[in-house]
């Protein structure tokens, strides 16, 4: 069954340094997506991307934050000067269309030092 | 504001037996969608059982069914004929019916006990 990818499992950088994580949704999917759970919270919605563009975002992805699709199978999120707070797992999700269920990914544990 | 509640951090069950999860939300909008999502140690979050607010009747998938009271804005999960695997986290959602973005509750976690 296909499944969505995320790399790294783990991903440790210091304050101040640039990360990007990685997905690769499921192939026949049009809707990408961005989550992060800090540890003991909920998970929260950061993004979507659909087309190309970001379709809808939230309070939290501001502009330390980033997304594209650089080829025709990668999703990337690139958090721009990584502060101590942005330590989460942050989960990359994708759907075939807006109605649809979304299948997540196994998830990306950033800590920042 | 859409928020999603779920009041047990912890659970467990004897395996074999029947355990119902509780979820209450807030919203506003008539079209949505409510969702289940259960997480193994380790693991993907995966899709349980999912809920159109505009259906009466309450989703049910093989061993798992829920309990969608509309007017009380709750959405209960009860897992029958428990099994060892049943032991996850198990997350409450909810989405508007044309937006993108997941509201999560906290979790429960589920313990399974042979």
């Known amino acids: 069954e296909p499944e969505v990818t995320q790399t790294p499992s783990h991903q440790v950088t210091q304050m101040g340094q640039e990360v990007i994580l990685r997905c690769v949704p499921i192939?026949?999917?049009?809707?990408f997506y961005w989550y992060r759970q800090i540890l003991g919270q909920k998970v929260e919605f950061l993004v979507s991307?659909?087309?190309?563009?970001?379709?809808?975002k939230s309070e939290i992805f501001d502009d330390q934050f980033s997304v594209e699709r650089p080829d025709g199978s990668n999703f990337t999120l690139k958090i721009r000067s990584t502060k101590l707070e942005d330590s989460a797992m942050y989960f990359c999700?994708?759907?075939?269309?807006?109605?649809?269920?979304?299948?997540f990914g196994p998830g990306t544990r950033l800590t920042v030092t | 504001a859409q928020t999603v509640t779920q009041s047990q951090p912890e659970m467990s069950v004897q395996e074999a037996e029947t355990v119902t999860l509780s979820c209450t939300y807030d919203?506003?909008?008539?079209?949505?969608?409510l969702f289940w999502y259960k997480q193994p140690p380790s693991r993907q979050m995966i899709l349980v059982i999912r809920?159109?607010?505009?259906?009466?009747q309450n989703a049910t998938e093989n061993r798992f069914s829920v309990n969608f009271q509309k007017a009380a804005k709750s959405f209960s999960l009860k897992i029958s004929d428990s099994q060892l695997g049943d032991a996850a986290m198990y997350f409450c959602?909810?989405?508007?019916?044309?937006?993108?973005?997941?509201?999560f509750g906290t979790g429960t976690s589920l313990t399974v006990i042979p």
């Open positions: 192939s026949n999917h049009l809707y």
């Open positions: 809920q159109e607010a505009y259906k009466q």
């Open positions: 919203t506003s909008e008539s079209d949505y969608y």
């Open positions: 991307f659909y087309n190309n563009e970001i379709s809808e």
């Open positions: 999700a994708s759907s075939e269309g807006l109605r649809y269920e979304q299948y």
């Open positions: 959602a909810y989405r508007k019916g044309t937006g993108n973005q997941f509201y």
